[in-house]
């Protein structure tokens, strides 16, 4: 009785969920996200202690099938569960319980994972899929073109009562955060609410980073950031969360990578106190980076 689909951009960092059910207030119990960190839709007979459980092991460095498998071992109701992750690489997994009641499972395409229980059939996962790799715009738009994708090649089998999309960014809280708990059509409204909220966490010009892609761990290198207009000065750029320092006014930062490894880096506006969308720029930008010995 519940179809989500969860999904990244490797270019901002934006992780999203949208998820609807035959339940009542389903934005209440499935949706776990963590800018910076990944997103994890705890589904069918919901156990939500998966969410803040797989969102520690993602912060931790922890492979996303790893996490969920690690989080499904605990778990004696297992067999009733159904659970998708993404991280900030766009790696996905999931699990779909035996016991979980068909059409049950999940289907997966390039940085986006779609499940679901009690669905009209496969049909409605593939469509997602297909309509979110067709999709332009923001995370948001893409994540709403695959769910009014997904209900229209049949959804859930049992109706839908209650809807939500959720997108997290970095330094923003909360970037997108709707909720349809009761409606008689949350299809249509959720898309109605969406529209209204550009008033509140408006579609701003993305910032672009130039890195390279591969760097000697502690020796210096050169990072850029711009706009549509050229350099942009006063960025905060972190690796793995940690702060690298802000970009001069010709928009650079010479900066260093103390251990070997891949990193994640972010080029985001710094955050402001109340870090409400309206108050922001610019779209943030993100890039992995690997560092040699």
Request: glycine share 12%.
């Amino acid at each position: 009785m519940t179809f989500s689909i969860v999904g990244y951009d490797p270019g901002t960092g934006d992780l999203g969920i949208v998820v609807s059910t035959a339940r009542l207030a389903v934005g209440s119990r499935v949706p776990w996200l963590e800018a910076g960190v990944g997103a994890v839709a705890t589904q069918s007979v919901t156990n939500a202690s998966f969410g803040p459980m797989i969102l520690r092991l993602l912060r931790e460095g922890t492979a996303p099938d790893a996490a969920l498998a690690e989080a499904v071992a605990t778990d004696p109701g297992r067999a009733q569960r159904q659970v998708a992750v993404i991280d900030v690489r766009g790696r996905t997994a999931a699990w779909t319980g035996e016991e979980c009641k068909d059409w049950r499972g999940q289907r997966f395409a390039d940085h986006v994972v779609a499940a679901g229980n009690i669905l009209v059939g496969e049909g409605v996962l593939t469509e997602s899929l297909r309509a979110y790799g067709a999709a332009g715009g923001e995370l948001r738009d893409r994540l709403l073109a695959a769910y009014r994708a997904g209900q229209d090649a049949g959804g859930d089998r049992g109706g839908v009562q209650s809807a939500a999309l959720r997108v997290e960014r970095i330094n923003v809280f909360p970037y997108i955060d709707l909720r349809v708990d009761d409606h008689p059509s949350p299809v249509d409204e959720l898309e109605r609410l969406a529209g209204l909220i550009e008033a509140i966490a408006p579609r701003l010009p993305r910032l672009r980073l130039t890195t390279p892609t591969t760097v000697v761990a502690a020796c210096p290198f050169d990072l850029l950031v711009e706009d549509d207009a050229g350099p942009v000065a006063g960025i905060a750029l972190t690796v793995d969360g940690r702060s690298l320092g802000m970009t001069d006014g010709e928009g650079h930062l010479r900066a260093t990578l103390a251990a070997p490894g891949d990193h994640y880096l972010a080029a985001a506006e710094p955050a402001t106190p109340n870090r409400a969308p309206i108050g922001y720029r610019y779209v943030p930008a993100v890039a992995w980076i690997s560092a040699t010995g």
